[in-house]
């Protein structure tokens, strides 16, 4: 119980979003980066956000198959065929796209990534990290803002959404329900 944040009596996923609308900030020049970013893309006002996880991180859990989020999605509601894709491996828009060629896909994965890999991560420049940064905290705008996300609760975007939206917009391909880890 948290009175002072409104937090009457509520779970840890509630607390979390009421601590999360209240601490979580960008500065100017950030938020302004991550707007013209999102800007650019063109994202319809209706649309549901994916995170599919691929790269070196599927060594810590099990990789989904992107056919699992299509069916989440269609299960949730079934109108919608517009989806933003965060991924690490620009392979999983391409899988997309030929299969579900009925649905509008957006991303800001370039085609030439192919997972990430901490190793090379930390070889960058300190400018391309934070342009790296600065495409992930617009990817994740992006899925905040979505009519709902699908992805897993497992990872660490899963993990945060699941805090900072509502419970009924958040929905897991490994869990049946948002939990911390």
Not at 6 to 31: H, M, P, W
Not at 38 to 45: A, F, M, V
Not at 94 to 114: A, I, Q, R, V
Not at 131 to 148: H, V
């Amino acid at each position: 119980t948290f009175p002072t944040l409104g937090v009457f009596n509520e779970d840890l996923q509630t607390t979390s979003k009421a601590i999360i609308n209240i601490v979580y900030r960008f500065n100017t020049k950030t938020e302004t980066q991550i707007k013209n970013l999102i800007d650019s893309i063109n994202l319809p006002h209706q649309y549901v956000g994916f995170h599919i996880r691929r790269g070196d991180k599927i060594i810590e859990s099990n990789e989904f198959p992107n056919h699992l989020y299509i069916k989440k999605s269609l299960q949730i509601c079934d109108a919608y065929r517009n989806a933003f894709v965060l991924t690490d491996d620009y392979t999983v828009i391409k899988e997309l796209k030929d299969t579900y060629k009925d649905w509008n896909l957006f991303t800001l994965t370039n085609p030439n990534e192919k997972g990430y890999e901490f190793s090379k991560y930390i070889n960058k420049s300190v400018d391309d990290m934070r342009k790296d940064m600065i495409k992930l905290f617009a990817s994740m705008e992006i899925l905040r803002k979505s009519n709902y996300f699908v992805g897993t609760y497992s990872a660490n975007p899963g993990m945060f959404l699941g805090m900072c939206m509502e419970k009924d917009k958040t929905f897991g391909v490994d869990l049946d329900k948002w939990q911390i880890w």
